[in-house]
C-alpha cells in the first residue's frame, strides 16, 4: 500500500484497541462475500463485518413461508469461478431460499472466507480521516478498526420496513415480518392470521399461510401485477444445457438489459396486430417468471404499449379469480404495468378461490389501528392470533443512511443526500473518498438480475482499489462534475420512462418524508457495463485521485500483470477477465 498510510495489516496502531485492515467489507451477502474473495485473492487484508448472525444477507433474514428467487436458480448464481458452476447443483427452477443460503454457506466454505468475517456485528459509523486518508470504522460492539478503502455492501433490500400504523405494539398474539422471519419453524395451524401488503414477499407466502390456517384475511393496499414462475424440478436436460452453454448465456446476461438470458422483443407493443401481441403474451406467460418484462422494446416507455401489457394480466386475474367482485378488487389500475417490481407467483390468484381467505381492500376499507386483538379497519375489527407484515424495504439508500458515514470534510452521508442519492455510476460518491458501494443508488441493481450486476461492481472496485494501490496514490474519489452529470443523466433516463408514474419502492414512495427520486440506472445492464469498463480504460475518468503518483502508467501496466500472481486457483474465466481490462 502507499507508504504514507500504510500500516501493518492486522496489527494495532495508536491507540491499543485500533486495528488496521487495507479493506473493511460491510455485508455478507451475495455481494460482500464475493467482495471478500476478490480482495484477498488481490492479497489486500480484509475484515469483514456482518450484523447478522450467519452470512447469506437476503437469503439469511427472508426466511418466511414460500420465499424463493424469481430469477431462474442457474441464472441468479456466481459466475466467476468455473469450478463453483461445475460443482453446484440447483434442484428446482426457482431456488428455494434454504437452498440458496445453502449455496452461499458453500460459497463461504469453498472459498475459506470465514477467518475473515465478523458476525453479529452491526457497523454503526464509518468517517474519513483526511489526513491519514484512512477510514475509521465503528461497530455496535465496540470496535473501532482503521481502513484504506471501505466497501459497502449492504443491500438494496436489508432494512425491513415496519409500518406505521397506530396500535403495532399492542397487538397481544404473534407478530412477524417477512423479513425478520424467526428461525424456528412457524406453524398457523388452527390459526386466524391476517396478512398486510401484497407485494413480491406477500404473495410468495399467501399461498402457504392459505394452506395451513383456518382463517387468512389479506390487507391489500395496492394490487399488483403479478406473473405465474411455473417453478419445477429442474429437469435433467435444461442443466446439461445449461452446463454445456453457460459461458454463452452469461455473457448474454451480461450485455442484456436486465440481466437476464430471456429474449428481449424489439418490436413495438402497437406494431404488431393484436393477435401477434396477445400470442406473444401469451407465450411469455407460459413460460413464466419475467419474461413478460422484455415482450417488446416499448413496454416501459409508451403508456399505450404498457397498456396492452397491463390488459393481458388483468384479463388473466379475471380468468382466475372465480368471484368477480373479489376479482375486481385485485386487478391493477393506476400504475403501468412492471413500474412496481412485478411479482412473480405460485398460486397466489388461485388462493382467493379458497373458503379460508378474504382479500380486504385497504383503500376502501383502510386500515385504522391495531388493537390488542387484532386488526380494525374503519369497518370492523378482524381478531387474529398472528399478524404477518409484508410491508416491505427501506430500499437501496435504507442501509447506508442507517450508518453515520461522514466524509473528507465531516458531512454526513445522509445529509448529502437529504434531496436523494447522488452517486457517480452507483458506485461511489464525491467527498467520500476510497468508500465503495455495490449496487448503490445509480446503478442498473434493483432493476436487474442483481447477482450479474452485483458482480461487474464487485470486478470494478477490486480492480479500481488494485490500481489505486499500484499507482500508490493516497486515494480515488467521485468528481462533483461526473457525479452531477451522471445524475442528471440517471434522471433524464427514468423521466424517459412511466417509471416516475408508480408509488414504488423504487422512488422511495414506501417510505414517509423519504425524497421521492427514481433510484436506479435504467439504461441497462450491458450499456451501463461498457460505461464503467470505458470510465476505467480511459483512466478512471471522472475520479480524482489524491497524493502523489508514485508509478508511471508502465510500471501500473507491469504490475497488473502480476495481479494474475495474486490469483491462486484462479479459473480460466477469471484470467480472461483480466487479461482483456490489461489489453
Ligand atoms: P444483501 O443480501 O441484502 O446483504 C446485505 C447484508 O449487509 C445483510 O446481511 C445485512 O445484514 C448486512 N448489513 C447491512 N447493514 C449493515 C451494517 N451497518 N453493518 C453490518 N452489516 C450490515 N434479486 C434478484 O435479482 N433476483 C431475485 O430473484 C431476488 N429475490 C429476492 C427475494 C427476496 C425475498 C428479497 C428480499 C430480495 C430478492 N432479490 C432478488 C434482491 C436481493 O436482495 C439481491 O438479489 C441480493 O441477494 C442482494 O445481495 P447483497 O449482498 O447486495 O445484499
Ligand atoms: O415489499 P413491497 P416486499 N398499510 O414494498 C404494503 C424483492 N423481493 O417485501 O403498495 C397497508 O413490494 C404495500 O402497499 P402499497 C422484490 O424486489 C423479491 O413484498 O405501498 N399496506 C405493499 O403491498 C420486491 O419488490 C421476491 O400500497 C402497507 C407491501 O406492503 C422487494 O423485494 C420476494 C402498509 C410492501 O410490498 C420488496 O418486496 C420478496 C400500510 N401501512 C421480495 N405499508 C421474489 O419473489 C406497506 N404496505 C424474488
Known sequence: MNNSTALPAGKRFGADTLETFDAVVVGAGFAGLYMLHRLRKLGFSVRLYEAGSAVGGTWFWNRYPGARCDVESVEYSYSFSEELQKEWQWTERYASQPEILKYLNYV?????????????????????????NRWLITTDRGDQVSANFCVMATGCLSIPKVPDIEGLERF?????????????????????????????????????????????????????????????????????????????????????????????????????????????????????????????????????????????????????????????????????????????????????????????????????????????????EYNLDSIVLATGFDAITGALRNIDIRGRTGVPLKEKWSEGPRTY????????????????????????????????????????????????????????????????????????????????????????????????????????????????NNGYEGFAFCGKRAKSEAEVAAARASIKDYILGNSTQEQERLSSRQS
Not at 469453498?110 to 480521516?129: H, K, Y
Not at 455495490?438 to 472496485?461: A, K, L, R, Y
Not at 423519504?514 to 470505458?534: A, H, L, N, Q, S
Open 425 to 536: 455510476l452507483g458506485i461511489m460518491t464525491s467527498g467520500f473518498p476510497n468508500m465503495f458501494t455495490i449496487t448503490g443508488p445509480g446503478s442498473p441493481s434493483v432493476f436487474s438480475n442483481m447477482v450479474v450486476s452485483i458482480e461487474q461492481h464487485v470486478d470494478w472496485i477490486a480492480d479500481c482499489m488494485a490500481y489505486v494501490r499500484e499507482t500508490q496514490f493516497a486515494s480515488i474519489e467521485a468528481t462533483l462534475d461526473a457525479e452531477n452529470s451522471w445524475v442528471n443523466h440517471v434522471n433524464e433516463l427514468s423521466g424517459y420512462t412511466l417509471f416516475p408514474l408508480a408509488n414504488s419502492w423504487y422512488t422511495g414512495a414506501n417510505v414517509p418524508g423519504k425524497p421521492r427520486i427514481f433510484m436506479p440506472y435504467i439504461g441497462g445492464v450491458g450499456p451501463y457495463r461498457t460505461k464503467c469498463d470505458e470510465v476505467a
Open 172 to 380: 397481544q398474539g404473534n407478530k412477524y415480518h417477512t423479513a425478520n422471519w424467526p428461525y424456528e419453524n412457524v406453524d398457523f395451524t388452527g390459526q386466524w392470521v391476517g396478512i398486510i401488503g401484497t407485494g413480491s414477499s406477500a404473495v410468495q407466502s399467501i399461498p402457504m399461510i392459505a394452506r395451513q390456517a383456518t382463517y387468512l384475511f389479506v390487507f391489500q393496499r395496492t394490487p399488483n401485477f403479478i406473473v405465474p414462475a411455473h417453478n419445477a424440478a429442474l429437469a435433467r436436460t435444461a442443466v446439461e444445457d445449461w452446463k454445456a452453454n453457460h459461458r454463452e448465456y452469461r455473457e448474454r446476461a451480461r450485455t442484456s438489459l436486465f440481466g437476464l438470458t430471456v429474449e428481449q422483443g424489439m418490436k413495438s407493443a402497437l406494431e404488431v396486430s393484436p393477435e401477434e401481441r396477445e400470442t406473444e403474451y401469451e407465450q411469455r406467460w407460459r413460460h413464466g417468471g419475467l419474461a413478460m418484462y422484455a415482450a417488446f422494446a416499448d413496454i416501459f416507455i409508451n403508456k399505450d404499449a404498457n397498456d396492452t401489457a397491463a390488459e393481458f394480466v388483468r384479463s388473466k386475474i379475471r380468468a382466475i379469480v372465480r368471484n368477480p367482485a373479489v376479482a375486481e378488487k385485485l386487478l391493477p389500475t393506476d400504475y403501468p404495468f412492471g413500474t412496481k417490481r412485478v411479482c412473480v407467483d405460485t398460486g397466489y390468484y388461485e388462493t382467493f378461490n379458497r373458503e379460508n381467505v378474504t382479500l380486504i381492500d385497504a383503500r376502501s376499507e383502510p386500515i385504522d389501528e391495531i388493537t390488542a386483538a387484532g386488526v380494525r379497519t374503519l369497518a370492523k
Open 108 to 132: 463461504a466454505d469453498r472459498f475459506e472466507l470465514r477467518a475473515d468475517i465478523q458476525l453479529n456485528t452491526r457497523v454503526t459509523a464509518a468517517s474519513f480521516d483526511e489526513s491519514a
